[in-house]
């Protein structure tokens, strides 16, 4: 083999660093978010009909497992916002029946609209010389409350809103026949063409 030999010299300067009172960039919390605004409006618009929805005379069971997979993604596509609003009720249910995690939800949410109200009289709250930002201070209530949250069972609601969202939304979509309403709404739509 032959040895290369290349010359690598020089000055290199090393750009100054800024002394700044900022807090770290993974400490910086985004403050607003435009686009969440149009999804949900966009979520509420899609959502279909709940008699379409839950009509028991389209739940059938699949005749094959490609069949089974073209539903499955098919039903996810076209009643995904109701889906979230199933994901919605179930969450509800599970802080109505569990009485302390509302509590504990409901004190974060009390301290959340203190700490707003601070920020909006102009009153800032200062950990070693640094301000908080609103966003920063929300972060550390959500740090805070994380242990309340633990003690209460917010875990566990969690995990079971996840679990039975994710199951009744698999049995719907498994079973529910969506080619019979695509087909209806395709005849009708041509229909009102001609």
Request: hydrophobic fraction near 45%; aromatic fraction near 14%.
């Amino acid at each position: 083999m032959t040895d290369v030999s290349i010359e690598v010299s020089g000055n290199i300067e090393v750009p100054p660093t800024k002394q700044s009172t900022q807090l770290p960039k993974f400490f910086q919390i985004p403050t607003q978010l435009p686009q969440a605004k149009e999804w949900v409006q966009e979520r509420r618009q899609n959502v279909r009909p709940w008699l379409q929805f839950v009509q028991s005379s389209n739940f059938k069971f699949p005749q094959s497992l490609p069949r089974l997979s073209r539903r499955y993604m098919k039903n996810i596509e076209y009643f995904q916002s109701n889906y979230i609003f199933v994901f919605l009720i179930l969450i509800a249910y599970c802080l109505i029946t569990s009485p302390l995690l509302l509590f504990a939800l409901a004190g974060s949410f009390y301290i959340g609209y203190k700490l707003s109200v601070r920020h909006s009289e102009g009153k800032t709250i200062t950990i070693f010389g640094h301000q908080l930002a609103l966003a920063q201070q929300y972060g550390i209530l959500s740090i805070c409350s994380m242990p309340v949250f633990y003690l209460v069972g917010a875990g566990a609601a969690m995990f079971w809103v996840l679990g039975a969202s994710f199951f009744v939304i698999t049995l719907h979509a498994v079973f529910y026949n969506i080619d019979a309403v695509i087909e209806d709404e395709s005849n009708f739509s041509l229909m009102q063409s001609v």
